[in-house]
């Protein structure tokens, strides 16, 4: 079993003083402010930390990229401008990119070589270290004025993916056309730069930032210009391995679902059976851990000797408006559920050094046992329905269910329970819009559950929500797969905001 842990480049060097972040921390661009990062994650049970060291541009003193700081002037009224125009110095949306810029530009001021100085620090602290580039980054494409861009990007909208959509579409109209010869070459060469300039003990292909690489409508008659970038990655890595002297391990992170991957473009499967990757990390992109990520699906395509490792975001919601930050009990279910299906470990996004779930300290405690399927089963957990945010065009994301409960009718809640552990006690809860009818009638794995006093305290969504509390009786809820049926028998509509099963261990 294993845990790795995704670092976001913000982490380290953005402004996270104010709203949404509200971080304490202000950390120093050298190397004491490089160590106290990587001794936050460092802790046992950590295998890897990976280091995002690019978006459209480069967090780094790049050949291949823009430097983030490429075109930046300091004004002396203290103001910094790009292109005349003055960078942004709020925190929160869109970004303090003077501070961001600043930053980045002052470690490689202050530090000889960061990533050098990364790499031997955390083979100190025994984890390793990995690079994960993002492949398709477009944070901010609403404003091509920004500094984040590539010149590649700005000066060529015709290699964009769908420019026409760019007054009314979400960033992924603005993503780059792999289609595009330059646009692949130009990607490509930032991976040759990471494996000639850098050791590391992996390399991860970050698909899901952005999960689009061809124009509407391309992806599969393109599928395999993708399939040729990862085999060029793979004898990059063997070329790395034979120089430094120690394997470099490949993982691709790439949408929840796999037929929505090969929707996209990515043929992670072939890849995999081509051995051109080392691990998968199935993810959803953003806005919620995914309760129905199809683990057992995953398992079963991928060949024996690739690891799967499910990821597990930052957010957790059963729809957009109900959703809140996760908490070490809800992450302990949703990696209980993946151990079960047949995951090799967990992955873990935007569970951050500086931007955490709902408690910097828990959180790195969460780190220590989040690895071992063995140590979650002593650990009391919350099995959340969450919905799937699908990331392909022209397919629709699924709820986490039907939330109007119809008069004189029924819904069900399927949820993976994970191992149950001896002598533990469950709940099933129910989160409604008004108080659940008396007449109502809960049943787990066609078994009555009475009415019982909800677990206290319980953090949830900021929502209008009455939760209502069932006990599970013992030797009813399985390892695995488990069915809520809701019933109700009232004259009334009912709607379901929030469900999930609470596993208590110990008192």
């Known amino acids: 079993m294993s845990l790795y842990i995704n670092d976001d480049a913000w982490c380290f060097f953005a402004n996270r003083s104010g709203a949404p972040w509200h971080s ?12 106290r990062h990587i001794d936050y994650y460092a802790v046992p049970g950590v295998t890897g930390i990976l280091f995002n060291p690019n978006a459209m541009r480069a967090f780094f003193d790049s050949r291949a990229f823009e430097p983030l700081w490429k075109g930046m002037e300091e004004g002396d009224d203290g103001k910094a401008r790009y292109q005349g125009r003055e960078l942004e110095t709020r925190c929160g949306a869109p970004e303090d990119f003077a501070t961001l810029c600043r930053n980045v ?21 025994g984890v390793e270290m ?15 004025t920004r500094i984040m861009h590539g010149e590649l990007w700005r000066e060529h909208p015709e290699y964009r993916r769908a420019a026409y959509k760019e007054k009314y579409s979400f960033w992924f109209s603005q993503c780059l056309d792999y289609g595009e010869k330059a646009v692949w070459d130009h990607h490509f060469a930032l991976v040759r730069e990471y494996f000639e300039r850098f050791e590391m003990d992996g390399f991860e292909l970050d698909w899901m930032r952005s999960p689009f690489y061809f124009k509407p409508g391309f992806a599969e008659p393109n599928c395999g210009l993708l399939t040729e970038f990862m085999r060029g990655v793979k004898h990059l890595a063997r070329e790395a391995a034979g120089r430094r002297g120690h394997p470099v391990k490949i993982n691709v992170r790439v949408p929840s679902h796999p037929e929505e991957a090969l929707y996209a473009g990515l043929d992670v499967v072939n890849w995999c059976r081509e051995g051109l990757a080392d691990m998968v990390t199935p993810s959803p992109y953003f806005q919620t851990s995914e309760s129905g990520l199809p683990v057992k699906l995953w398992r079963r395509l991928l060949p024996d000797g690739v690891a799967l490792l499910p990821c597990l975001e930052q957010h957790v919601g059963s729809s957009l408006p109900v959703r809140m930050k996760s908490t070490p009990e809800i992450d302990t279910g949703f990696a209980s559920s993946y151990y079960q299906q047949g995951a090799d470990g967990i992955y873990l996004f935007n569970h951050l050094y500086r931007d955490s779930i709902n408690d910097w300290e828990s959180q790195r405690k969460l780190y220590t046992f989040l690895g071992s399927a063995g140590a979650l089963s002593r650990k009391s957990r919350r099995h959340v329905a969450t919905y799937h945010e699908c990331m392909v065009e022209g397919i629709s994301g699924r709820a986490a269910f039907d939330d109007n409960i119809p008069a004189n009718g029924s819904v ?36 009555v559950c009475m009415p019982a006093p909800p677990p206290a305290p319980l953090p949830l969504p900021e929502v209008p929500l009455e939760l209502n509390a069932f006990s599970v009786p013992a030797g009813t809820l399985h390892d695995g797969e488990n069915l809520i049926e809701i019933i109700n028998r009232s004259d009334a509509e009912i709607r379901l905001r929030w469900a999930e099963i609470h596993i208590r261990v110990g008192k």
Request: charged share 25%; hydrophobic share 35%; aromatic share 8%.
């Open 24 to 35: 304490p921390i202000v950390e120093t661009m050298d190397e004491a402010g490089l160590k």
């Open 130 to 144: 990995w690079i994960s580039m993002r492949m398709n980054d477009v944070h901010y494409a609403d404003d091509p």
């Open 412 to 447: 069900s809640v399927r949820l993976n329970g994970g191992s149950i552990p001896a002598g533990s006690e469950s709940r099933v809860l129910l989160g409604t819009a008004v108080p659940l009818p008396t007449s109502a009638e809960i049943r787990l794995n066609t078994v």
């Open 105 to 125: 530009k002052a470690l490689f001021q202050n530090v000889k070589d960061p990533y050098r100085f990364r790499y031997d620090y955390c083979r100190e602290k």
